[in-house]
């Protein structure tokens, strides 16, 4: 199967288009940048345009055409298998059974376990209900997911999440321990967490996907 006019709508902030732009990056991938702000204009994210590429009203969403035939792919976890698909490599999940189901094990901490509990929308809902109480359930939650990712990789991690080699394990990590700190959480209970973050921040592919080289990047 060939991709061709691959076109990337996100938004330099988010996390999960954080992952996407990182898997991009490893693969070499050339592709257009679309930006979403989430926050002007009402939210981008929730008006027409975007909402008939991904009627869940979130980035990022992968834009391309597929043998000839305009699709569009939505959700990061989608879109970076999508991604493995038509450009194996480098491979981000393990040819080991036990270590791939371990990455995909540790992509569903960050993406199920942390990522919906800090979405703008949710914290929002929360927030009518009491004042404040978005962020702190956030924060709960982000403290939680980090705690259950730093227990489980050790079995598993050297340089990265599983090994040495770049998972997809680790593009959720890595944007995932920037969101934290946006939260304003501890890390320091975390060494592991803290040590593939080191390793992986000296990579270009994570230099090149980070919120502050993107072109809608604001201070």
């Known amino acids: 199967m060939r991709a061709t006019s691959l076109r990337l709508h996100n938004y330099f902030r988010s996390s999960a288009s954080y992952r996407v732009r990182i898997a991009l990056a490893l ?3 050339a592709y257009e940048y679309v930006p979403v702000h989430l926050v002007k204009n009402g939210g981008e994210q929730l008006q027409a345009p975007h909402h008939a590429k991904n009627p ?6 992968l834009e391309l055409v597929l043998d000839g035939t305009p699709r569009v792919v939505a959700q990061s976890v989608a879109i970076i298998e999508l991604l493995e698909e038509l450009y194996p490599e480098p491979a981000l999940f393990p040819r080991d059974p036990f270590l791939r189901a371990r990455t995909r094990e540790l992509v569903e901490i960050v993406n199920s376990g ?3 509990h800090q979405n703008l929308a949710p914290m929002k809902r929360i927030d009518q209900l009491a004042e404040g ?4 359930h956030a924060q709960h939650f982000n403290r939680l997911g980090l705690a259950a990712y730093e227990e489980r990789v050790k079995e598993t ?3 990265c999440s599983v090994g040495d080699d770049v998972s997809a394990a680790d593009l959720f990590l890595y944007p995932q321990l920037t969101t934290a700190r946006r939260f304003e959480i501890d890390l320091a209970p975390f060494p592991t ?3 593939i973050e080191a390793h992986c921040k000296t990579l270009p592919a994570f230099q090149a996907a980070a ?3 993107q072109p809608d990047h604001e201070p």
Request: glycine share 8%.
């Open 27 to 29: 693969k070499n991938v």
């Open 56 to 61: 869940m009203e979130q980035v990022p969403a």
């Open 114 to 116: 942390i990522q919906p």
């Open 133 to 136: 109480a978005g962020r702190l």
């Open 157 to 159: 991690a050297g340089k």
């Open 193 to 195: 967490l803290l040590a």
């Open 211 to 213: 919120p502050d080289k």
